[in-house]
């Protein structure tokens, strides 16, 4: 039986190996992912439309942003965002390709960041190295540092399974990954406090990506009804 301490134990572990292991690749992955938007119109009109919502309520954090990619693709349709990932040397990449953009690091688990300080989330496909029961505490995370009607934008691997890589693009790695349904995805935003407003899917781009099904939620964080006062 798992308890709390060992469990936050093993969640340190895979958040090192997840650092790590992106810390050894950083320059790779930026080369071979930086320009695959430019081949996934799904993805950019999704992001076409995230882009239309949070332009005038900003800023909008990349979460897990990696090379920068996304962050440069809204900011290029006007949006005042800025990434943040849990590799340093990922930041390094990010900041190196858009130098008018701002990275940092940072765990999706624990946002440095005030309660409802960002007008949007975007978080394209970075929830992948999360274990299956830990997907809501980042969930909550983006709920509390959004405000009231923010937006929050996550695309996933579909599937109900997982897998582990020891070795990439030739590099030692220490990677689990984990398919999440749009139902799992969606139950946990709905019990963090969010709305959903669409949910899609699509099939894998031949020869352009990994060979997955991919999701995509979007979700908004509704202000608690107000109640009606009973003074007379």
């Avoid at 292991?21 to 320059?27: K, N, V």
């Avoid at 693709?73 to 701002?102: C, H, K, T, W």
């Avoid at 929830?127 to 996933?156: C, Q, S, T, Y």
Wanted: glycine share 8%; proline share 5%.
């Amino acid at each position: 039986m798992k308890t709390a301490h060992s469990e936050a134990a093993g969640a340190r572990q895979r958040w090192r190996s997840v650092r790590e292991s992106y810390d050894t690749i950083a320059a790779e992955y930026a080369r071979r992912i930086y320009p695959e938007l430019e081949d996934k119109p799904f993805d950019r009109d999704c992001l076409d439309c995230f882009a239309e919502r949070v332009r005038a309520i900003g800023p909008v954090c990349d979460l897990g942003c990696g090379p920068g990619h996304v962050a440069r693709y809204l900011r290029d349709r006007g949006v005042d965002v800025f990434g943040l990932d849990i590799s340093a040397a990922m930041v390094r990449e990010a900041s190196r390709l858009n130098p008018d953009i701002q990275f940092v690091e940072g765990n999706m688990e624990s946002l440095n960041m005030k309660s409802e300080t960002l007008g949007g989330i975007v978080s394209f496909y970075s929830i992948i190295h999360l274990d299956r029961e830990a997907l809501f505490k980042p969930m909550a995370e983006m709920w509390r540092v959004l405000r009231p009607n923010g937006f929050a934008l996550v695309a996933f691997h579909e599937g109900s399974g997982s897998i582990h890589s020891a070795e990439l693009w030739g590099h030692t790695v220490n990677l689990d990954a984990t398919f999440f349904t749009s139902l799992e995805i969606i139950g946990n935003l709905e019990r963090a406090g969010f709305q959903i407003d669409t949910a899609a899917e699509r099939d894998p781009y031949p020869e352009v990506e990994y060979q997955s099904r991919r999701g995509y939620i979007l979700a908004t964080k509704r202000p608690p009804s107000s109640t009606r006062s009973t003074d007379k």
